[in-house]
């Protein structure tokens, strides 16, 4: 059974920073495609970052040069380390697993 656990998310000041990290079972992140979504009050989910096997990683264009995704196999756990929040960041945000998996989210609030 895959389970995907979400983790660090909270409430952070514009310009602050948060880790999230994905504490994932039942699947292998080093051998999966990875990915972080989000969705904000109103929106659609939409894709902020992914990783594969192999190759560069993936990410929004709202999101580029301030967010980072990685991943620790020793650990099973994938992170979106986030810079330079900003208020529109302000979204559930749901890990991703061999794009079928999904965890339950972990809600970030960035005041202005």
């Known amino acids: 059974q895959v389970q995907l656990v979400e983790s660090g998310g909270g409430l952070v000041q514009a310009g602050g920073s948060l880790r999230l990290s994905c504490a994932a079972s039942?699947?292998?992140?080093?051998?999966?495609?990875m990915g972080w979504y989000r969705q904000a009050p109103g929106k659609q989910r939409e894709l902020v970052a992914s990783?594969?096997?192999?190759?560069?990683?993936n990410y929004a264009d709202s999101v580029k040069g301030r967010f980072t995704i990685s991943r620790d196999n020793a650990k099973n756990t994938v992170y979106l380390q986030m810079n330079s929040l900003k208020p529109e960041d302000t979204a559930v945000y749901y890990c991703?697993?061999?794009?079928?998996?999904w965890g339950k989210g972990t809600l970030v609030t960035v005041s202005s």
């Open positions: 991703n697993g061999a794009e079928n998996y």
């Open positions: 039942g699947i292998s992140v080093g051998i999966y495609a």
């Open positions: 990783m594969g096997r192999y190759g560069s990683p």
